[in-house]
């Protein structure tokens, strides 16, 4: 599926509600209420386009990086020639660009007279006040879809080296300078060399932004990536609420701010910026991660 749209389709009746893992990702009232809460409607006739493939933007803010939430119609998305999936009333599309600040990777037509509201990334920040939730679940279907492309790359042994997934900053200096005012009372955590800290299996109850220091991540022993300052850990447990799938150890003397999932959301509405980086963040590891997968 392409990465400028998604439906999470799921079969109700082989889910169980009462395991976090199991319970729906996408939430069609959190998107409607984010999406009226700043966005505009606007209505397509059949066969004209929402946004075409390999479509740039300027900037973060050009008036062409918008997404979109389907409320009448259908809507096609193709790559080249083919059809890669249909999107539905309810569901939202043309999200990753925007984030990633990168070319469209699909062209999204009007299968039938459709209208649509869609989000300028201009009030993006407006609407994650209102709705910090959205971040959430967004943030949990990009953890999904990364989940699963990390088991097919393992499965075809064709996962990125120690080098290629070295994790960048997530924050930059003014960002994190904010971020630790927003923090309230929150407390910095502090390693010396060599101290877990967090371990693979368990429950992820925090996420950790480096603040000094470096921070090795290992899975099964294997070291694949090392975060530094300005950097993020943790996130995808704490997000989906399932067990880590890696272990952390401080290389350095380190300080690491814990946030929690209320905490998380306290910021993203408290400071939409924290939110945006870490939806920017995933959606670049996503597209990164597919890319091997499409080479494979």
Request: with cysteine; proline share 5%; net charge negative.
């Amino acid at each position: 599926q392409a990465n400028d749209g998604f439906s999470q389709r799921l079969n109700m009746d082989d889910l169980d509600f009462t395991k976090p893992s199991q319970s729906p990702i996408y939430d069609p009232a959190t998107a409607l209420e984010f999406f009226e809460s700043a966005g505009t409607s606007e209505s397509v006739a059949q066969g004209e386009r929402f946004f075409v493939e390999q479509q740039k933007h300027r900037s973060l803010f050009h008036k062409d990086a918008r997404m979109y939430l389907l409320v009448e119609g259908e809507v096609t998305l193709v790559i080249g020639k083919t059809v890669i999936d249909t999107i539905r009333p309810g569901e939202i599309f043309g999200e990753m660009a925007p984030i990633s600040e990168l070319p469209r990777s699909a062209t999204a037509v009007a299968k039938t007279a459709c209208r649509a509201l869609s989000m300028e990334m201009s009030r993006f920040h407006e609407a994650l006040r209102r709705t910090p939730q959205f971040a959430l679940m967004l943030m949990s279907i990009m953890i999904s879809r990364l989940r699963l492309t990390d088991a097919r790359l393992s499965a075809d042994l064709v996962l990125p080296s120690a080098a290629e997934r070295h994790e960048g900053r997530v924050f930059e200096k003014e960002v994190l300078a904010d971020l630790l005012h927003e923090a309230g009372d929150l407390v910095p955590r502090r390693y010396i060399p060599g101290k877990p800290v967090m371990t693979a299996g368990e429950t992820g109850l925090y996420m950790y932004v480096v603040l000094e220091g470096s921070v090795a991540v290992s899975v099964q022993d294997r070291i694949v990536e090392r975060i530094g300052p300005g950097g993020v850990l943790g996130e995808m447990a704490l997000i989906d609420r399932s067990p880590r799938a890696a272990s952390a150890v401080a290389e350095t003397h380190c300080s690491l701010l814990p946030i929690s999932r209320s905490d998380f959301l306290d910021l993203v509405k408290n400071k939409p910026s924290f939110g945006v980086s870490l939806l920017k963040t995933l959606a670049d590891r996503l597209r990164f991660m597919t890319s091997h997968l499409r080479s494979a």
